[in-house]
């Protein structure tokens, strides 16, 4: 039995494999390097728009959802720009958070039979609101937090 592996694998198999032992041949393992460095080119490629696809579709939907006239307009009427970025993040954190909250309330109902699922629903907008009010504000301070470091750091 040993023998035969023996024989598979280093007899029958090492002749046809010159990715592997490619330092026998200079060409081969060029080839092999720039098709190797354009897959990861390409992975990365698709990488990057996927990305700024997601980025493009997140900016149309917080504008179509008016979240981004608004906080421009509570900015603008209240002569701050802080309340604009702060009417920013919590209105897109509440929304974000109610959307979550009233799938994963539905999904437990759907497990667990609790009551129906408008009774869910509401859980879940109410939740979505209580978390995405806390999320928002954390997320506010510590953007607050991020540009006053940055500002200091590189004030001097």
Do not use: P
Request: charged content about 10%.
């Amino acid at each position: 039995m040993q023998e035969l592996l023996y024989t598979l694998l280093f007899r029958q198999l090492s002749d046809h494999f010159y990715l592997i032992d490619s330092f026998r041949n200079d060409d081969n393992f060029i080839a092999t390097l720039l098709l190797m460095g354009s897959l990861v080119f390409l992975a990365l490629a698709v990488i990057s728009i996927l990305l700024g696809l997601l980025f493009i579709v997140t900016i149309i939907l917080l504008i179509s959802a008016g979240i981004i006239s608004t906080s421009v307009i509570v900015g603008l009427q209240q002569r701050s720009i802080t309340k604009g970025f702060k009417t920013l993040f919590l209105s897109s954190a509440i929304l974000g958070s109610s959307i979550v909250s009233v799938i994963f309330c539905i999904f437990l109902n759907a497990v667990y039979d609790w009551s129906s699922n408008n009774m869910a629903i509401l859980i879940g907008v109410v939740l979505g609101i209580i978390l995405g009010t806390g999320l928002g504000l954390l997320a506010f301070r510590a953007m607050a937090g991020l540009i006053r470091f940055l500002t200091n750091k590189y004030r001097k």
